[in-house]
C-alpha cells in the first residue's frame, strides 16, 4: 500500500488493464492518412483565439507546414486517432503509453474516436523572472472543448502525455460546473497527475508510491 488510498485503486485498475491488453490486440496503431478535413482544422485551431496560447505555438508550427518545414504524422488505433504536425523529425513519441490512456478512456462522449491534434512545439515551459505575473505563455499547453472528444488540442511537446490526459478528463465530463475555473483545472491536474503516475507504474504499487513521492515534490 502506498498510503495514498486512490493511487492504489488506480494502480490496481492499470494492472487490470494490462492483464486485458495481453488477450487482445485492440491497441495497436496504424498509420492513417492526412484528411482536407485535419488541414482545415489544423488553420482553423492555429489562428483561433491567442488567450491560452500567447506565444502562437501552433499558427508558428501551422505557418511551417504549409511552407514546407514541418511535416504530419497520423496514427489511428481502434478507438483514438492522432494527427502530430512537427518540424523535428527527432521528436518521439509513446504510442504504447497513449494506447493504454485512450483504453483506459473507452469510448468517446461523441463520434467514434478521441480525435487529438498535437503541434509538438519544442518551446518548453519557463517560469518568468521574480515579480513577473505567470501566464498563459509560462504554463499552458493545451485545451479541449467541454464533453467533446473530436478535437483536442495540445500545442508543446514538452509533457504532452500529461496534458493529454489532462484534457482527456475535460472531453470526459468530467468537470464539477459549479466549482470556480481554478478548482475545476487544479482537480483535473491532480487527476492526470495520478492517472499518468498508474500507468507508468505498470500496475506495481511499490513503484507506483515512488513515482507519486517524485511527482509530488
Not at 64 to 76: C, P, R
Not at 90 to 113: N, R, V
Not at 135 to 154: F, M, Q, R
Not at 179 to 197: D, F
Request: hydrophobic share 35%; with cysteine; proline share 3%.
Amino acid at each position: 500500500m502506498s498510503g495514498n488510498l486512490v493511487l492504489d485503486v488506480l494502480t490496481e485498475n492499470v494492472k487490470k488493464l494490462s492483464n486485458n491488453n495481453n488477450n487482445n490486440n485492440n491497441n495497436v496503431w496504424h498509420d492513417d492518412v492526412l484528411t482536407e478535413e485535419d488541414k482545415a482544422i489544423l488553420e482553423k485551431e492555429a489562428n483561433s483565439d491567442p488567450t491560452f496560447d500567447k506565444l502562437q505555438l501552433r499558427k508558428k508550427l501551422n505557418d511551417e507546414f504549409i511552407n514546407g518545414q514541418a511535416v504530419t504524422i497520423v496514427k489511428k488505433t481502434n478507438n483514438a486517432r492522432i494527427v502530430i504536425l512537427t518540424s523535428d523529425t527527432q521528436q518521439t513519441y509513446p504510442w504504447g503509453l497513449w494506447a493504454k490512456i485512450f483504453e483506459w478512456f473507452g469510448t468517446p462522449t461523441s463520434g467514434d474516436l478521441w480525435q487529438v491534434y498535437l503541434y509538438a512545439s519544442g518551446s518548453k515551459r519557463i517560469l518568468p523572472s521574480q515579480g513577473v505575473p505567470v501566464g498563459p505563455e509560462h504554463l499552458n499547453g493545451g485545451y479541449t472543448y467541454a464533453c467533446k472528444s473530436d478535437c483536442i488540442v495540445i500545442y508543446r511537446y514538452e509533457e504532452a502525455t500529461r496534458v493529454l490526459i489532462h484534457e482527456l478528463l475535460h472531453a470526459a465530463c468530467t468537470d464539477n460546473h459549479t466549482n470556480h475555473v481554478t478548482l475545476k483545472e487544479a482537480a483535473t491536474e491532480a487527476w492526470a497527475e495520478l492517472i499518468l503516475v498508474a500507468l507508468l507504474s505498470k500496475g506495481n504499487k511499490m513503484k507506483a508510491c515512488e513515482l507519486w513521492n517524485i511527482q509530488d515534490h
